[in-house]
């Protein structure tokens, strides 16, 4: 991808290698070819990582911005849970409340998220295992082993710790796969003792268990994708029914199942298994959201309000859950409640959490209807001062939207799992902002 964190620490992970082997021994180990072939992947990716600079330096990417503050909102999360953390895995569900831009699935530094997530002690149990490993393979090098393995194992290990100090590799598979391979050659090749019998046959089962659990997990996530490419939703729900035997604990899955039956007509069932989802996952707003929408059109009211209410409370910052609290002001009468909302939707938008988010390009469309509704609003009161400013923003905001059309689309397919908006709609509020005389700004 270009990354620059990625390309600076290959070159940290090179200047480790030469200053841990000496210069002399790189010419004389099979070192040189690793390190000819990283300086060949250094200049096939020269070109992007100086594009990526001087679009940081010009104001184009906010990358730098954004981690920061995603840095700091870590920090409080840490610091409201230093003992056992939120619990592996939860950071993408936990980190609302803390957040202070744009939501994001991980902390763009895999320390702080596993500190997070583990707790301090996990956190520094977790750089003890790192630790040990470079230790011993760092002894192994300066002690004249000709194996290549030791060298490869010190530079690797420097080169993914430096890039997941900015990034979040480690809580990625095939990154993570690779990370406990090294570790696990490092050990292997400073313990020529070997394990005792009893050591053996526990971490053998142990592993069995766990890879047996893996493939339950994967096979089961299989057959809800396979669901989402069926012929008819019911083929999709037996699909999904099938999945979650297998993996009774996915609330993603849960989830599914929900917007099946919803599809299918079945809001009432649909909302059980939101409720269940929710069970198994408190912390995602994305799924009060869901179960709000389901009772609210089926007319359950207070239970929609109070799901609603423990959505936003687990993400502050969701466009969608306060546009849709605002949409039940309004069935209720409250229009000066809905304007709240919607004003609330608009201040988050022109504040840190819409200027600086992990994916700048993606515009959410609540912004853009709570601009037009207020406009209106003001219109209806003659406050055309501020109304103007409304339709300024509705149209700045559209306009935004459609010159990232392609991954506004593919983002309400992957994330939002729902159909994207209309183009025609967007271009529908463009054209009322112009014929009031505005043009993009």
Not at 90 to 102: C, I, M
Not at 189 to 197: F, K, P
Request: glycine content about 10%.
């Amino acid at each position: 991808t270009g990354s620059k964190g990625a390309i600076l620490a290959l070159l940290i992970g090179l200047v480790v290698c030469v200053s841990v082997l000496g210069i002399r021994k790189v010419f004389t180990t099979g070192a040189l070819a690793v390190l000819v072939l990283a300086a060949v992947a250094w200049t096939i990716s020269g070109s992007t990582l100086t594009g990526r600079i001087s679009s940081a330096q010009t104001g184009q990417a906010h990358s730098s911005e954004f981690r920061k503050l995603t840095w700091q909102a870590t920090g409080k999360m840490i610091a409201a849970h230093p003992v056992l953390g939120t619990g592996a895995g939860t950071f993408g569900t936990s980190f609302g409340p803390y957040a202070t831009a744009g939501w994001t699935a991980a902390a763009h530094n895999a320390f702080l998220q596993t500190a997070a997530e583990t707790g301090i002690p996990g956190l520094i149990l977790f750089v003890i295992a790192l630790g040990s490993a470079f230790i011993g393979m760092f002894r192994a090098v300066r002690s004249g082993v000709s194996d290549v393995l030791p060298m490869a194992a010190v530079g690797g290990l420097t080169a993914s710790a430096a890039h997941n100090m900015v990034d979040f590799g480690w809580t990625v598979w095939g990154p993570a796969a690779i990370l406990w391979l090294i570790v696990g050659m490092a050990w292997k090749h400073d313990d020529g003792r070997g394990a005792s019998r009893r050591v053996v046959l526990t971490v053998t089962a142990g592993l069995t268990a766990a890879l047996i659990a893996v493939l339950l997990a994967a096979n089961a996530q299989s057959m809800d994708d396979d669901a989402r490419q069926a012929q008819t939703p019911e083929d999709a729900l037996r699909l999904i029914k099938t999945a979650a035997y297998l993996d009774p604990l996915n609330a993603d899955i849960a989830v599914h199942e929900g917007d099946v039956l919803r599809t299918m007509g079945n809001p009432e069932k649909a909302v059980a298994a939101y409720y269940r989802a929710a069970g198994l996952s408190k912390g995602d707003g994305a799924i009060w959201r869901r179960l709000g929408e389901t009772l609210l059109e089926i007319g359950r009211k207070d239970e929609a309000q109070s799901a609603l209410e423990a959505g936003l409370k687990a993400s502050p910052f969701n466009y969608r859950i306060l546009s849709a609290l605002a949409r039940l002001d309004i069935s209720e009468g409250r229009q000066d409640d809905a304007n709240g909302r919607f004003r609330d939707i608009i201040a988050l938008w022109e504040g840190p959490v819409g200027r600086f988010s992990a994916t700048p390009e993606v515009v959410p469309m609540e912004p853009v209807t709570a601009y037009r509704t207020l406009a209106l609003w003001h219109e209806s009161r003659g406050e055309m001062v501020e109304a103007r400013r409304m339709w300024q923003g509705a149209l700045n905001t559209s306009m935004k939207y459609l010159r990232n059309k392609a991954a506004n689309e593919m983002m309400w397919k992957a994330v939002h799992r729902d159909d994207p908006v209309e183009e025609a709609e967007v271009r529908a509020i463009v054209e009322e902002a112009r014929k009031r005389g505005l043009s993009p700004q």
